[in-house]
């Protein structure tokens, strides 16, 4: 069965210290992955997606992710934590074939303090 | 500016009554979305559709109806039929349906709906 899981409901970092958030999927084809970012009572946001390209993404923000298959993860990182960067954030896992298959993950919400 | 707008903001239904949720894109995608959001749970898919005139079932359409008649909207309805609809609602729009996998969908600012 395909599934996204993120391994942390909660994440909380000092300004100006890194951030690792933690995704691992599973799915039986190549899937494209995204990290999206939620502000609250705000829609999301792309941050960066991986469709098969270069492992390593480069998204807005400073924020990158690594695609690591034999591991099935897509952790998403930062160097240094910003105030603004408090939100929650998705994994999630587009996968091909007929109709429509995405998958959300829970979210994790990111603290940051000063 | 182009995007995606959906209204009202927030939305209070009284037990019985069914209520609309509007969402306008001027993206000019084909494909449109509507999930909702629990605490917890991330997002679930409602309903989608890929064309005018042509929308399909997600996890959790009970209770739920759509019409799709022009390309730049999808409205959402939440009946009397859905016991629980307290929840954030959110749309989005993406190029074309996602059967790869790989389009990025944009999405609105959300519509919280209360049930009092």
């Known amino acids: 069965a395909q599934s996204v899981t993120q391994l942390d409901s909660h994440v909380s970092v000092s300004e100006g210290t890194p951030v690792l958030l933690r995704c691992n999927y599973s799915?039986?084809?190549?899937?494209?992955l995204f990290w999206y970012v939620q502000h609250p009572n705000k829609g999301l946001q792309l941050l960066l997606k991986?469709?098969?390209?270069?492992?390593l993404v480069k998204g807005i923000n400073g924020f990158e992710a690594e695609f690591k298959k034999s591991e099935t993860s897509f952790h998403l990182t930062k160097p240094s934590a910003h105030m603004s960067d408090a939100a929650e954030y998705f994994c999630?896992?587009?996968?091909?074939?007929?109709?429509?298959?995405?998958?959300f993950g829970a979210g994790t919400r990111l603290f940051v303090k000063a | 500016d182009g995007g995606i707008t959906q209204s009202p903001k927030y939305l209070f239904r009284k037990e019985g009554q069914n209520v609309t949720l509007s969402c306008e894109q001027n993206l000019n995608h084909d494909a449109m979305y509507w999930y909702r959001q629990d605490p917890g749970q991330g997002l679930r898919l409602i309903y989608y559709s890929q064309i005018v005139n042509d929308f399909q079932k997600g996890d959790i359409a009970e209770g739920y109806s759509v019409s799709r008649e022009k390309k730049e909207s999808f409205p959402l309805t939440v009946t009397s039929a859905q016991k629980n609809p307290t929840a954030f609602y959110l749309c989005?729009?993406?190029?074309?349906?996602?059967?790869?996998?790989?389009?990025?969908?944009?999405f609105g600012p959300g519509t919280r709906l209360t049930v009092l």
């Open positions: 989005a729009s993406s190029l074309e349906l996602a059967i790869t996998g790989a389009d990025t969908q944009y």
């Open positions: 799915s039986s084809y190549s899937p494209s």
């Open positions: 999630v896992v587009g996968l091909p074939g007929g109709g429509f298959k995405t998958i």
């Open positions: 991986y469709t098969s390209a270069a492992t």
